[in-house]
């Protein structure tokens, strides 16, 4: 079954305390994508990844790093998370080459709450 | 500035009460747009994409269009699995892979 997985769903953590929530997806797909969504501001991207080593930067990525070291995963770390990164996160892929679309497949997101 | 943003926030209908949904953007560069599905708790799912004005895909009781500066979701005779909240996002750069987001549109229907 073609899918993106998340882990963990549901994280709560402490100021400052690093983590790293996964992502894995096995479509083959080449572009990944890390978003969060809060109440009122919708769905907005933190970084992208275009291929394996190839990252970028979307509309809030201060505080979040990321690495593409294989195709198929895409993890999402927080060195110091602060109470403002609580959030619901979304990680998604598509193959933007095959037919050159961006419509994405989801992962389930990942709740996370920085006290 | 490129910008996206839906309206209304929320809709209520009556059960075969047609409506539609606006998602107008204001971008430097359309490179795509595409409608989302998201159903609470869960991540979105792909509904549609639209490349250039005039374009129209269709889904059952969904159907959506394109002009140069906003786009229709339109549902026809809606059924109460249709209650779901809507997203609509722009590719603005065919240099990128950016993708912004406009706020959702919470659909309820009621039976």
């Known amino acids: 079954e073609a899918q993106v997985t998340q882990n963990p769903r549901y994280l709560i953590t402490v100021t400052g305390k690093k983590l790293t929530v996964t992502c894995s997806q096995n479509m083959n797909h080449e572009y990944m994508s890390w978003y969060r969504q809060d109440p009122g501001l919708g769905l907005r991207q933190i970084y992208y990844?275009?291929?394996?080593?190839?990252?970028d930067k979307g509309d809030v990525p201060e505080g979040y790093k990321v690495s593409r070291k294989e195709k198929r995963n895409f993890p999402l770390i927080l060195e110091s998370p602060s109470p403002n990164q609580t959030s619901l996160y979304f990680c998604?892929?598509?193959?933007?080459?095959?037919?050159?679309?961006?419509?994405?497949?989801f992962g389930p997101g990942t709740r996370l709450t920085v006290t | 500035e490129d910008q996206v943003t839906q309206s209304p926030e929320a809709l209520r209908l009556q059960e075969g009460e047609s409506s539609s949904l606006n998602c107008s953007y204001t971008v430097s560069g359309l490179r795509g747009l595409f409608w989302y599905r998201q159903d609470p708790g869960k991540g979105p799912e792909f509904l549609f994409t639209?490349?250039?004005a005039g374009e129209e895909k269709e889904k059952e009781r969904l159907k959506a269009t394109l002009t140069k500066k906003e786009s229709f979701l339109h549902i026809t005779a809606p059924k109460p699995e249709d209650s779901a909240t809507y997203l609509c996002a722009v590719h603005v750069s065919s240099n990128t892979g950016k993708l912004i987001f406009g706020q959702g549109t919470t659909l309820q229907v009621k039976p």
């Open positions: 998604a892929s598509s193959d933007p080459l095959a037919g050159g679309s961006y419509e994405q497949y």
């Open positions: 639209l490349y250039s």
């Open positions: 990844s275009m291929n394996v080593e190839v990252t």
